[in-house]
């Protein structure tokens, strides 16, 4: 599904963020990336969708290597990864309906876009998907009008919208207070599950991850030091993860 | 040390704003001997004015058809100009931007509008009457010229101000260029850009009755010809529709405002009225 070979990428030459990274994402399943901040974890992730452009290395997904996509056969590739973001990172000025179909902009012309004209069973999709995150009757409030929770239920439903055989999410939880945490997790879990369709997430939070993923990857110092499933994941583990101990007790 | 610390003082004393304002102050009394400038002269100037003043009054609104040819006149260079300029100061501050465009597309792009914007719309009227004759044409090329300047720079400003985790979401869903400049990157500035509009509007619409005294169409010309016959009467007339035309323009341009930015409707806008006169009137009869 996602095989990624010896991924590095160094924002200033000679001091790599990412090292000869290898991570193979299998057809279905949750996999957690957690690790220390700054040890590379959202670089990884953008890096996949190119959002960031690798150093070097290879990313196969669906049968092409993304890193070497011209930007028109990159942005057909984008339509097919959802993503997820830490601070939503919806267009706050636009109604939850518009971000929504925003998600479908890389399948209608832009004439239409400009002129908010989307095919029928795009607006028909988009009240369905509000539904499913929970936001039924939502549609034309605009995005800044919501709370922290909603929105993030609007930035899944606008991932959901683009039909992808991939959702990626960076630190979807890490502005949101505990409870809601959970909720967003289980949504996004769920949405995963039922559509049969892998999620790769950042996390901070190392007691969620274990909860609702199916496979932990620990990262630290921009490699990746650990991957197995969730039960495996130790002290010892951690102490090599996030360094230090004192913290476990 | 920690003496030394309590006595540090809370402000610092910076002498070169302090060097800077006696410089300033010590420029403006020489510039004032320079001009020539006494209380004579002044003494002299308020009599004048005071003259002048009493023969503009009764404003004789007899020649109100040749008033209103050039009110007419000067609105309608002032919207075609308004609405040329907009339209093409629209992609033009788009490409200036330096967030969205590389260098090779925005720097051309910011040269044209400083090029727009070096002078004043007087002395562009001049040239473009000087290319296609007097009349109406040359002030509304002479404003389009201005409201490309003053649109074109503020929108491209306003862009490179934007949030790009907006538009990083919309680049990762695949849209293509023109599908993430819909809905990224314009809806981020669109209140603004309404905004510049009317201003821009509202400043068109002072400059079309000015273009018209170098012979740019419009109002100006009847005023400057009024001027230069001593009709004052008649000047105060004129000005007086002026007053009149911009007050109407700025009406319209907080409607525009209030329509397209707090998304209210005429409706609205009429109920908001009612209500703002219904809250005084409780207020008022409070403080009885």
Redesign the interface.
Known sequence: MLSIKHLSKSYVAGKPVLTDIDLEVAARGITAIIGPSGTGKSTLIRCI?R?VEPTSGSIEFEGRDLVMLPRAAL?????????V?Q?Y??????TVM?NLL?????Y?S?WR??RRKFPAEDIARAFEVLDVVGLAGFAHQRADSLSGGQRQRV?IA?AVM?QPSLLLADEPTSSLDPKTSVEIMQLLTDIARQRGIPVIINMHDVELAKRFADRIVGMADGRVVFDGPPDRLSDAVLKTIYGGEDWLQ | MSTATARAPAFRVNGWHRAGSIALLVYVVYASAQMDVSWERVATGLHNTVRFLGRMFPPNFTRWELLVKGLQESLEIAVLASALGILLALPIGLCAARNLMPAWVSWPMRLMIVGARSFHPVIVAIVFVKAVGFGALAGILALTVASIGFIGKLFAEAIEEISLKQVEAVRATGAPFMGVIAFGVLPQVFARFIGFCTYQLDSNLRNSTMVGIVGAGGIGGTLFAAFQRFDYDYVCAILISIIALIMLGEFLATYVRAIFIDGLSFADLFRRRVGDLASRRELHLEDD
């Open positions: 969708n959002l942005r057909q590739a984008r339509r097919h990864i959802g993503m973001f601070e990172n919806l267009v706050e000025r636009l518009e925003a998600g479908r902009l890389g209608v832009s876009a400009w930035g606008r683009q």
